[in-house]
């Protein structure tokens, strides 16, 4: 049900100062964090934790203060960078990303969407997130943890269905007019999602906007939508054995023979003997991998 204009601004009112005394100190929060700080925390954060990012964030925006300091180094620095985070084309793709900034757009990260979206590996919620987060557009910026939250609190569902239009005209009758407000409460909902509005065991007693929660007052119903099929299992999975080949070549500082990659990639067994060199081929189509004259090296 659409709450009211009213509703809307009592709720918003309490999630904002609630996210002012109990946000986690994130330093991509930071008042001085740069544009391109913020984009580059909306990479990492793409299907990985929070404490997995920290690290990584800190000691690239160390190295590579801005778009045209990445873009002067080679990708496969980036994906050295990258480390473990899982989904390395997300490095390739942000190194690409750096590039179009510095030479498209004067060293600045864009504000404006469709200007976001023109770049490499953004896509619509990268790109209200960085006009909203980097220059307080008003944007709704609608991630996993706010659907969840929105489910329970608008819809008075256990959880969110399959990503939908409808998320973004649902959080746009939450959305504060200001634009500062805007992009606090987009914050604020995320963070709900993230630390008390859990998917496995959230706190209810702690939150606050629990007085206007249709899933909690309706006696938290089990109806949540049909699940989504689940990931493969990664052990044993072809993700698995490209990334024995990907920690090979992050370790290795000149090229490597193909065979030494192919023997790399079968160490702790894999599923068939096909294996290596499907996910060996399926890197080199990838670009995380190049070859030269049966040597194989980052790109």
């Not at 954060?45 to 801005?66: G, K, S």
């Amino acid at each position: 049900m659409k709450p009211t204009e009213d509703v809307a601004s009592e709720i918003a009112a309490a999630l904002s100062a609630w996210f002012a005394r109990a946000a986690r100190d994130l330093p991509w929060r930071g008042a001085d964090v740069t544009p391109w700080a913020i984009l580059v925390s909306e990479f990492m954060l793409q299907q990985t934790q929070v404490e997995r990012v920290l690290p990584r964030w800190v000691a690239w925006i160390e190295r590579w203060p801005t778009p045209s300091a990445l873009a002067a180094d080679e990708p496969g620095e980036a994906v050295r960078a990258w480390d473990r985070l899982g989904y390395p084309r997300r490095a390739l793709w942000l190194h690409r990303a750096a590039v179009e900034i510095s030479e498209q757009h004067g060293d600045a990260v864009p504000s404006n969407v469709d200007d976001l979206l023109a770049l490499t590996g953004i896509g619509p919620y990268t790109a209200r997130a960085v006009a909203a987060f980097a220059y307080g557009e008003r944007h709704p910026v609608v991630d996993t943890n706010t659907r969840r939250v929105i489910a329970r609190l608008v819809h008075g569902r256990a959880a969110a269905g399959m990503p939908a239009p409808g998320d973004l005209i649902d959080m746009e009758a939450l959305l504060p007019e200001s634009r500062e407000s805007a992009a606090v409460f987009n914050a604020a909902a995320m963070e709900l999602g993230a630390t008390v509005c859990t998917a496995r065991a959230p706190r209810c007693g702690e939150c606050p906007v629990a007085a206007w929660c249709e899933w909690r007052g309706a006696g938290y119903p089990d109806n949540a939508p049909e699940k989504r099929p689940r990931q493969a299992k990664f052990d044993g999975s072809d993700r698995q054995v490209r990334g024995r080949i990907m920690a090979l070549l992050r370790r290795s500082s000149t090229s490597v023979d193909r065979e030494t990659a192919l023997d790399a990639a079968a160490e702790g067994g894999v599923r068939d003997p096909e294996q290596p060199r499907r996910a060996y081929d399926s890197l080199l189509a990838d670009g995380l991998v190049i070859e030269l004259d049966g040597k194989a090296r980052l790109p």
